[in-house]
């Protein structure tokens, strides 16, 4: 036999070797699988016999597990223990919020009156103050000072808005002009130009061909009206300012007289009091619900008491032999155990054939792999 012929076979039964090989890994993978699956599925029938011994936390369902159970009925017992210690707890906790509750009521009642009343003695000085503000001279010619100067400030800010709009739109016609800009930024026509010879005098014919003189007048008035018009805006809204704290001292000293001030102080002070008991009873609304949930959960016998007892007697189960299984669902008058404990028989057959089957596999890719 030719050398490419040998070499040609031994490359195909390489291929062939390889190909099952990762047949055999295939294999063994879902072998693992449907092990694991089985795994599961004893978890669930576990679970459900738990939930057919212990349907619930009760007194009745723990009592059931001493004769029958009697490996986990005390453990069972201790957390059912546990469970009326917490239900006391809720019980005096709803109690002592509802006192609490009983309490803030009442505070926000009297609150509530005592703002409302304060608030009618405010109407009533509000009046009063407006009246005896009218009939005095010195407030009226100050409310009209204050007048004339926000209108004032209402015509300087029209100004100055005008100059500034006037600014951005034709300032930019000069800068953009090429000659103009060139003789602004060399300072031409102030002290600060420099130039002697050849370049003065091209800038001077410049200057003479733009009229740079008379236009830069006009450029330098669009640049400095919006600053005046600025001052002028500031000026009249600080003596505005003044006039308005002026007319607000003289009102206050009328309404300081008539006790207003005080009235309207006070009912501020007892409206913060009455928003923090608004807070405080939603929060301790929020609590009673809680708590009342919590209550309602452990009396209906499930609830975290119950899945930790139902854990510790699926444990408690998974521990027991098959046939001890058995003769405890015959033992009872429910044909659920029975039914379950027979579908665990069943699964013990499963796993006995499937965890063989692993077995077998591993131990074929073990040899595959060794003679590789």
Not at 42 to 52: G, N, T, W
Not at 180 to 208: C, H, N, P
Not at 221 to 239: C, F, G, Y
Not at 266 to 294: K, M
């Amino acid at each position: 036999m030719r050398g490419p012929d040998i070499a040609e076979r031994f490359r195909a039964a390489v291929h062939e070797f390889e190909r099952t090989l990762n047949e055999g890994r295939t294999s063994l993978q879902n072998a693992e699988d449907a092990r694991a699956r089985l795994e599961t599925e004893r978890e669930q029938l576990l679970l459900r016999l738990s939930e057919v011994y212990l349907p619930e936390l009760g007194q009745a369902a723990v009592d059931g597990l001493r004769s029958a159970l009697p490996g986990i009925h005390t453990r069972v017992e201790m957390l059912l223990r546990e469970k009326s210690e917490e239900q006391r707890r809720l019980a005096d906790t709803l109690d002592q919020q509802g006192r609490e509750r009983s309490r803030l009521d009442a505070a926000l009642d009297d609150l509530t009156e005592r703002v409302e009343h304060l608030a009618q003695e405010r109407d009533r000085l509000t009046d009063t103050v407006a009246t005896a503000i009218e009939a005095r001279p010195d407030h009226a010619a100050l409310a009209r000072s204050v007048r004339q100067r926000e209108t004032r400030c209402e015509q300087s800010e029209r100004r100055h808005a005008t100059a500034v709009l006037e600014r951005d739109e034709k300032a930019a016609a000069y800068e953009q002009d090429r000659l103009f800009s060139y003789l602004l930024q060399r300072r031409y026509g102030t002290a600060e130009y420099r130039a002697a010879g050849l370049i003065r005098r091209l800038d001077a014919w410049v200057a003479a061909r733009v009229d740079f003189g008379a236009q830069r007048q006009r450029y330098q008035l669009l640049r400095e009206v919006p600053v005046a018009t600025e001052e002028a805006l500031r000026q009249s809204e600080r003596e505005r300012d003044e006039e308005r704290v002026r007319l607000r001292a003289l009102e206050k000293d009328v309404e300081d007289l008539h006790g207003l001030t005080q009235v309207i102080e006070e009912g501020n002070r007892l409206y913060e009091q009455r928003q923090t008991l608004v807070t405080q009873l939603a929060e301790i609304d929020a609590a009673l619900r809680e708590a009342t949930a919590s209550g309602e959960r452990l009396a209906s016998g499930q609830g975290a008491y119950h899945e930790a007892a139902r854990t510790e007697l699926t444990d408690f189960l998974e521990s027991q032999p098959i046939r001890q299984l058995e003769a405890l669902a015959r033992s009872t008058p429910t044909p659920r155990d029975d039914e379950l404990t027979a579908a665990l028989e069943r699964w013990d057959a499963e796993w006995t054939r499937a965890t063989a089957l692993v077995e077998a596999l591993r131990r074929e890719q073990h040899t595959a792999t060794e003679r590789i």
